[in-house]
């Protein structure tokens, strides 16, 4: 049983690994469940001030995911039009280039970026924005784009580190 709870857990920390970067999938809670199947097994339990205190910074990750695009909205006069072309162009960003098969590498990466960049561009644009006002707006999306992500990257490989810490013997509780 613990053999396969490692497993699960592994492949819940790599899916959080991989939906840091995509907003399909809650990367850090994901990571956080991983945690907690390691967790469950024999050989390799956290101490339970370990487990509250990643549930706190997952909780304020999940505050922090509504908190921080507004944050860049304000900063950058965005409209709703480029926040609904922001999404819009991530969405399409993360159809579209897997079917062309690019989903990593350089071209795929910059796919993810250059979609919500794009998208929210033209959502200004269609609401009547000016070039530069709607410049300003993707910027400000490329800027809270990259925040979120960093932030929810590094959060997922501290999990990860913990993982690996302890499936190898170096344990942190």
Same mark, same amino acid.
């Given at each position: =049983?613990?053999?396969? #709870?490692? $497993?699960?857990?592994?492949?819940?920390?790599?899916?959080? +690994? $991989?939906?840091?970067? #995509?907003?399909?999938?809650?990367?850090?809670?994901?990571?956080?469940?991983?945690?907690?199947?390691?967790?469950?097994?024999?050989?390799?339990? @956290?101490?339970?001030? @370990?487990? +509250?205190?990643?549930?706190?910074?997952?909780?304020? =990750?999940?505050?922090?995911?509504?908190? +921080?695009?507004?944050?860049?909205?304000?900063?950058?006069?965005?409209?709703?039009?480029?926040?609904?072309?922001?999404? $819009?162009?991530?969405? +399409?960003?993360? &159809?579209?280039l897997p079917i062309l098969w690019i989903t990593i590498g350089p071209f795929g990466l910059?796919?993810? $970026?250059?979609?919500?960049?794009?998208?929210?561009?033209?959502?200004?644009? =269609?609401?009547?924005?000016?070039?530069?006002?709607?410049?300003?707006?993707?910027?400000?999306? @490329?800027?809270?784009? /990259?925040?979120?992500?960093?932030?929810?990257?590094?959060?997922? /490989? &501290?999990?990860?580190?913990?993982?690996?810490?302890?499936?190898?013997?170096?344990?942190?509780?």
């Open positions: =049983m613990d053999i396969f #709870l490692i $497993i699960i857990s592994f492949l819940c920390i790599l899916l959080a +690994i $991989i939906g840091s970067i #995509l907003p399909v999938l809650p990367g850090p809670l994901v990571g956080f469940i991983g945690l907690l199947l390691l967790h469950f097994t024999s050989s390799h339990p @956290f101490s339970r001030s @370990f487990l +509250i205190i990643w549930a706190l910074i997952i909780a304020i =990750m999940a505050v922090l995911e509504y908190f +921080i695009p507004i944050r860049w909205t304000k900063r950058f006069w965005w409209s709703k039009g480029g926040a609904r072309g922001s999404t $819009i162009g991530l969405i +399409i960003a993360v &159809i579209v910059l796919g993810l $970026i250059a979609g919500p960049f794009l998208g929210a561009y033209l959502g200004e644009k =269609m609401a009547g924005r000016e070039h530069q006002h709607a410049l300003r707006s993707a910027v400000g999306s @490329f800027i809270g784009f /990259l925040t979120w992500t960093f932030l929810k990257l590094v959060v997922c /490989l &501290i999990i990860a580190g913990y993982f690996l810490g302890n499936v190898y013997g170096i344990v942190f509780k």
